[in-house]
């Protein structure tokens, strides 16, 4: 069955795409165009608490991941269940990558730039790259993985890439009339962000959306680099 969403955002652990995409998200549902969220891993050692079961983790990380979906006007949330702190550049991911491609159909794909220089979240690195190769030429090709064709996952050609975290802007959002809810969105995210100081933490994204916005004139933005899939 084809989906034919606009947007797919894929991260590698719930909260993620808020920090990195949100703003953006919360445009895009507003003039009715879906978006799917894809996260990779569990966040079963995002915790600095020491008497926090890892399971109960998973569990809390997931709801607040839904409900910071529900706050954006997320359509689906699809969890892939793979360890924190353990993807890896493998047939068996790139191979589930390609299958949410092809049943997704997006327009946009949207994940973490895996060319950061110097200190990265390893996972981040690992699902930016997997992605882009799942891009291209995989999803695209209809022999690359031909048991997905054999079970109906039909060739997608995604035709644009945005990558946050990225050291090399080229495309910027404005973000000026999202912001607010980019950062309601976060607030979902108590056992990530719940602790810090909310003025702090609301100051120090703000200042991170302005400094993005300079270089187009904008009040706030989100800034990624692009990448228009031609062939």
């Keep these: ?52 079961d890892p399971h109960e983790l ?10 910071a979906a529900a706050v954006l006007g997320v359509a689906e949330v699809v969890f892939l269940g793979y360890a ?20 997704f159909q997006p327009h946009t794909v949207a994940t973490t730039d895996p060319y950061r220089k110097y200190l990265q979240h390893r996972d981040h690195r690992i699902c930016g790259q997997v992605v882009l190769d799942a891009i291209y030429p995989f999803s695209r090709d209809h022999l690359s ?6 079970q109906g996952f039909q060739p997608h050609r995604v035709k644009e890439v945005l990558t946050w975290g990225t050291d090399e802007p080229n495309y910027w959002m ?11 969105a976060l607030r979902k995210h108590v056992s990530q962000v719940g602790k810090r100081d909310n003025v702090q933490f609301y100051n120090f994204l703000k200042e991170r959306a302005r400094q993005a ?9 989100e800034e990624f680099h692009r990448l228009e899939i031609l062939r």
């Design 84 to 103: 924190d702190q353990g993807l890896e550049d493998t047939a068996e991911f790139r191979k589930e990558i390609v299958r949410q491609i092809r049943i």
């Design 145 to 150: 993985f031909p048991d997905l064709l054999e």
């Design 174 to 184: 404005d973000i000026s009339d999202s912001f607010e809810i980019k950062i309601e």
């Design 1 to 52: 069955m084809v989906e034919q969403t606009d947007l797919l955002v894929i991260a590698p652990h719930a909260d993620d795409s808020e920090f990195g995409i949100a703003g953006t998200v919360a445009k895009m549902t507003r003039q009715g165009k879906k978006v799917v969220y894809l996260i990779c891993t569990n966040g079963d050692k995002g915790t600095s608490d020491l008497n926090l």
């Design 213 to 221: 916005g300079l270089a187009k004139g904008f009040a706030l933005a």
């Design 58 to 67: 998973i569990q809390i990380r997931a709801r607040e991941q839904r409900e």
